[in-house]
């Protein structure tokens, strides 16, 4: 049994073992009488004893640290209904407390979980081979960081611009084929039109011959004179 798994439920005596989390609650197993029983958070808080703080004259100390003084001691464990022995005995297994701000209720506690984890040998400690694993993947991942800001990534970028020209040039190839076909077209439509005016041009002589004959018919005049 693990200690990071153990919890105290508002409402309820005592120490359980959670099992397993759902969104609306959890199954839990009494550390007392081994019961299990699904307990609602609607109604219930569940606090792991691993997020539990003493206040203490300095700073605040984790409930391990306590436990563990308590663990280590060889004073015997105060009856929990006397508030005076419950105080004379932390100050002298842990004097920091500040017992202005933690409660004989509070002392109560303490020594009620304390007899609980002993009696189901659970060993009081932190989890953390699991905080030391989050720090170095952690620490794996900066290191990942500069990989992926390497040149090859930027050498894969300008091929990617050195491409695009082509595809440009392509493209201009076209536009330039586009013209010469409305060049074709512009000279096809004025050679059609000089055909059309090329026929008054004919005509032009008729009316010339007909000028020159004037002429003619006058010399015969002065001959007769």
Do not use: C
Not at 8 to 20: K, R
Not at 110 to 130: D, R
Not at 135 to 145: H, R
Not at 173 to 184: D, G, L
């Amino acid at each position: 049994m693990e200690y990071s798994k153990i919890i105290a439920i508002t409402g309820l005596p005592g120490l359980f073992e959670l099992i397993s989390s759902k969104s609306d609650g959890g199954i839990v197993r009494s550390l007392d009488d081994k019961s299990t029983r699904f307990v609602s958070s609607r109604v219930h808080q569940f606090s792991h004893l691993e997020s539990i703080e003493v206040y203490t004259t300095r700073h605040n100390v984790n409930l391990v640290d306590v436990l563990k003084a308590m663990e280590t001691s060889k004073e015997k464990l105060p009856d929990d209904k006397d508030s005076s022995a419950l105080k004379s005995y932390f100050e002298k297994v842990f004097p920091e407390i500040d017992f202005d701000r933690v409660y004989a209720s509070d002392l109560k506690k303490m020594v009620k979980w304390f007899s609980v984890l002993s009696n189901n040998q659970v060993e009081i400690k932190l989890s953390e081979p699991a905080e030391q694993d989050v720090e170095q993947t952690a620490v794996e991942i900066e290191e990942e960081k500069p990989l992926k800001k390497a040149a090859p990534a930027k050498a894969e970028i300008k091929s990617t611009e050195d491409k695009k020209p082509v595809k440009k040039t392509t493209e201009s190839k076209a536009t330039e084929s586009k013209p010469v076909k409305k060049a074709t077209g512009k000279k096809e439509k004025p050679e059609a039109k000089p055909s059309k005016k090329e026929a008054p041009k004919k005509a032009e002589p008729a009316s010339s011959k007909k000028s020159a004959s004037k002429p003619a018919a006058k010399k015969p005049a002065a001959k007769k004179k």
